[in-house]
């Protein structure tokens, strides 16, 4: 069973607005997930579930928020299974790296974990896309 999904992409926009994107909770809610996130260690977020995107209430703690590094624990409603997401930037010649790891995926039991496994994997290169549309559209950046 494969325990981590890792996901890295270069954005040809500055640090700083991938960082916004990513850590504001007005901003993830117009991209990703409607949520009241704050990147403050220590701070309890909820993902809020809606029926056009489908997806379950999705609660955690963030664990660190240091420039251009962001770790949280990710739990699926009903699930009690905590799951860990963490994302680091990095500038490049082109603008910004991002690379993202969700890891903790086996501590799911059985084939759920399996499931689980290809719901974020597929999640997550969506939620690259919608995150590069964003910034085209939202941003008016690249």
Known sequence: MKDLITKEKVFNHPIDVIWNAITKAEELSTWFIKTNFK????F????????????????????????YTLVYTWEVADTNVETTVSWTLETVPEGTKLHLEHSGIANYKGETAIAMFESFNGG????????LAYLKETIHAG
Request: proline share 6%; with cysteine; aromatic share 12%.
């Open 39 to 42: 990147a403050e260690t220590g």
């Open 44 to 67: 309890q977020y909820t993902f809020f579930p809606t029926e056009e995107k489908g997806c379950e209430a999705i609660t955690g703690t963030i664990k660190s928020a240091d420039p």
């Open 124 to 131: 997550w290169d969506n939620c690259l896309t919608k995150l």
